[in-house]
């Protein structure tokens, strides 16, 4: 930082002096820290600022001493993250190149000296798809040598699955298979992640600092092969985030399943006035939701312990019931914590229990159970801090948005299902869905902010085609879509595939989706409801049925986009595999590689959870 | 025919375009995003004995949770004559519990009427029901619908010869397309046209009738089916050697829009007497009359009545002079005593027993501590002879031998189907049409209701000394008239939720129409007046004297209102 100078920097004389004044007081972590917050500050500013020194930096094209940064996620957390710690390096003067994982030419690997992967992991233990092909790549027979590469890994997932964050995991065994080397050990991120990233971006500028050659200039980012579109963020967006969320109010709230229905699905309305937030259909939302304080009262009642308990956690004191109630998780188990759990029980019948079964039963054991399910059938003796120590921090639930903005302003749209959990014939909510859907009145307040989902967007031609594949609230976004679209006056050929039980109570939207058929805006809608018939019928039948008809949309430019439970997607990915195979006479594997070629291009976009 | 200058109906239009009744029927039943069939097919629909509802209970409900409104269909079931077999019965009770709401509906035409049936279940219903066979076709549209006769004469030898006839004229103007084989019984798909077959419809043509059609066989003294509420009548003469032929009447209906002056009921007018052999020439040159004559640019005014009343019944005389080539013999005296059903066991000369159980508003239900389904399914199961769905809407044990009728008599009693031994005269003699959730017309409760009301009529006829008088009283939802009520001493038509028009002094032998005392009132304003008239009737009533006649001689009603030639 010392070479800050007027030729070399933007500032005049005076600010030189006194930039020098106050970074030579800082440390690592607080020059980490200033970066991510001048970062920030970038984002929310104007677009030339940033993109100025990216294009002074396009003429870099050595790869030594570039710290490469790659991300693959099925959310775009890990772009987000990417690109901030891509800005933070860049501010410490790193020479860095970020990318998705999709833009990565797998040889390339092989002349890399530096990389930094931020990868997630989905479902039961999935890389992104946006990785799948590296990983084949590794996985190959091929002779592969990753020599001269150093790397580190910050992994993403969420503790209440049983293969945590093993996509990381994985991609670190390979890389070190292949001759690679470690320059740090991985982190593994539950889903509050933001500290550990925070930390892990630290220690790995830290190291490029110690390293890798520095730049002269103070911020040098090397532009991807395509300028990433996170620097386009309309600015007013960034003042409201995850640890700040804007104070939505809730408009208007209603049950939108049949009377007869054994779901529970509830549409929202909130208002985003004068929040300036800006959505596009395909992005979620954040939701920070409260556990339900009866259910505090009965964890409390059951361990014995006094809801007036002060306990200090990261430096600040607060009863243990307000803990429970806005800080801690009380609704998803994680193994972590049943494990610890466990060793406070008071008998050992919890972890004979738990090491008798296999990781198909632990993850339906962990499904089945609240917290209170746990210490009513397990009970235990544990102190108010112990308490608080034991449980994860409590995290903000995401929901795809079913509006769009030009067709609903400054209001966003949810369309959430009241989760549940039954254990030992209990049935027990979900932290949010119940809160949304039980414990909010119109005119109640909920923290929220956006989260955005670059790879779930209209495509930019409005007139390519779209298959859009759906069970239950999956049907969300697109709902989003079509406002948009009938907004715009666009009218793309459309086709809705839609799941759930009943047509007669669970065609969700069914008012407005009938509409834009008869408007032509929808060429054709498929129901798939599993309860209708004899035989259970669900979206992937009508993808394996329709296969002709969908190989002839996909013919003319069709994207598809899929949006549901992650066992619908696998489920209807292998039926239009079988489908393109039968349509197309090809063998499974070249079926495969149409797929995974229609997955490269973004025509078959996901969004599962 | 029609002149060119006459605008179609928007159902004309549709008949005219829907290839012998197809439409989309088969891609509206595949259609899987809604529960309805398209507009047009809901016209189309009709014709197969299907009609489009939905649950009206839930409609602002349904709105708010952005669902379409709960689309069921209602199946009605052609029953000839009312009568059907043991086997037939059962069949029905089986596709009412399994693909409808759990109840049988008997209609005031004689027929059965499956209410909730959903879209997904309506090709399975429909098999089921030819299966058993009986058929739904023409049960609905602008065809003859179901014909109608005298269920049980107590001359069981007429009824037998009668009932024939009626048999053949229902199977005379049945249909000829193949669209309903084709769409409900053919494939899966209904795609494959009936081989080698080309449609044609000799009688009714490509656009059918210009409105629905009824017909009804009456057997004096009972005039149950209420034969002049009908588009075609025949009244049965019988001689010294049985049946000599019929008198006709023609022009009857009942049907009427709220504040259109250019509808009403009408009674039919009496058209001369014929021979049995005569019947089928005869009803076929008036249907073909009215499909050339009928008014096909109003439904309002599409009706026989209307075109009779246009052109003149001498008009109707010579055009039926010049298809047949004869003019109707004079018609012959008769005497009609009464509309309602003599309830509880009757024998004939054949030695046989009849049982006539009392269904309130003929809906047949296991419901609130009623297990009179369950009965007549047991009855059903054991019962050797028929049943005979009646015109008010209740149900005949037939042909049961002396010895079964202990039998029969226990399982009655056991299941609470014998209310016809307790419930009051004015009870036995009431009516209702479906009306609320189902009906799509309805703008007023009616079957739901109308026992409520009765319960407080009881109570005023209790008050007045006027417990054990038979007094009709019938209520419709809407002024369509399916329960016919023009035609009962005390008529009710809905008009608004919790309002009906209230209309006396119709004859208790079903000859004369009612007339319309009060509009839009409520049951406090109903019970008021009834309260006042049945005081005055039961101090000054002659011996034997109707309820409607005594509005009439008393003066509370003006005499002048429409009269049958009887």
Redesign the interface.
Known sequence: MNSLNTENSPFTEQQIVQLRQSLGQLDPAQSAWLSGYLAGRLAGGSQAAVLAPLTSAAQLTSEQGVLNVFYASQTGNGEDLAQEFASRAALAGLVVKSQSLTELKPAVLKKLDHAVFIISTHGEGDPPDDALDLFEYLESVRTIKLDSLQFRVLALGDRSYSQFCEAGRKLEELLLARGARTFAERVDCDLDYHAPAGVWSAEVIEYGCKELAREESSAVLVPATSPAPHLSVVPSTAEWNRKRPFPAMVERL??????ESKKDVY?LELSLQDSGLRYEPGDSLGVWAFNDPELVVDVLAELAIDPATEVEVAGSVRTIRELLTRHLELTRLSTDTIGTYASQTMGQELKGHLDSLDDEQCRAFIEQRQFIDLVKEYPARLSAQALAELLRPLTPRSYSIASSQASVDEEVHLTVATRYSDAIGQRRRGVASAYLNYRLQPGDEIGVFLEPNRRFRLPQNRSTPLILIAAGTGIAPYRAFLQQLEAEGASPQTWLIFGNPH???D????????RW?KMGLLAR?????SR??AEKRYVQHVVREQAEEIDEWLNAGAQIYLCGGLAMGREVEQALRQGIALNRGLEDEAAAEVVAGLRRDRRLLKDLY | MNTPSEKLTAVEIIKANSNFLRGTIVESLQDSASSAIAEDDTQLSKFHGIYQQDDRDKREERRRQLLEPDYQFMIRARVPGGVCTPEQWLALDEIARKWANGTIRLTTRQAFQLHGVLKRDLKASIRAINDSLLDTIAACGDVNRNVMCTPLPEASAIHRQVFEIAQTLSEHFTPHTTAYHEIWLLSEHGREKVAGSKDSEPIYGPTYLPRKFKMSFAIPPRNDVDVFAHDLSFIAIAGKDGLEGFNVTVGGGMGVTHGDPATYPRLADMLGFCTPDQVVEISEAIVKIQRDNGDRSERKHARLKYTIDDRGLEWLHDEIERRIGYRLAQDRPFEFTHTGDLYGWQQTADDRWHLCLFLENGRVADKGGSRQMSGLRAIAKVLKGEFRLTPNQNVIISNVNASDRALIDRLVQEHGLDNYRHASPLRLNSMACVGFPTCGLSMAESERYLPDLVDLIEALLVKHDLEEQAITIRMTGCPNGCARPYLAEIGLVGKGPGLYNLHLGAAFNGTRLNQKVRESVHEAEILALLDELLADYSGSREPNEAFGDFMLRSGVLQSGTEEAAV
């Open positions: 209603q049950k939108i399943t049949g009377l549409h047509l007669r109570t065609f969700l939207y069914q008012r407005e989706w009938l058929r809608i498929d129901g798939a409801f209708d018939h």
